[in-house]
Nanobody
Framework: QVQLVESGGGLVQAGGSLRLSCAYPGRMFGAYGMGWFRQAPGKEREFVAAISWGGGMTTYDDSVKGRFSISRDNAKNTLYLQMDRLKPEDTAVYSC???????????????????WGQGTQVTVSS
């Protein structure tokens, strides 16, 4: 199983910004839909955002809509998550994932993703 590698996490004050990156080496990156998920301590993993293989479609969980932006650079095999106006409730381990499925209806479902990263910690202090 190919591992994705996240970076960019850290500690930030409420209202601040972070930009996460996810490298997907050795793959035809442009053939995969990509997503970001997060898991806070004691909570279930939850969907954050997804982007289609070509980048033409994006979707967000309501809790991050208007504050987070997902993007991709297929030439660099890299996925991004720009997080602005961060809140303490955004604190979690953020993981990126890849899916070969072209079915957009399952973009927010973890079961649709075949490859996952180890995650990067994001901590937002109040």
């Amino acid at each position: 199983q190919v591992q994705l590698v996240e970076s960019g996490g850290g500690l930030v004050q409420a209202g601040g910004s972070l930009r996460l990156s996810c490298a997907y080496p050795g793959r035809m990156f442009g053939a995969y839909g990509m997503g970001w998920f997060r898991q806070a301590p004691g909570k279930e993993r939850e969907f954050v955002a997804a982007i289609s293989w070509g980048g033409g479609m994006t979707t967000y969980d309501d809790s991050v809509k208007g504050r987070f932006s997902i993007s991709r650079d297929n030439a660099k095999n890299t996925l991004y998550l720009q997080m602005d106006r961060l809140k303490p409730e955004d604190t979690a381990v953020y993981s990126c994932a890849a899916t070969p499925s072209r079915s957009w209806s399952s973009a927010a479902k973890a079961f649709a993703y075949s490859d996952w990263g180890q995650g990067t910690q994001v901590t937002v202090s109040s």
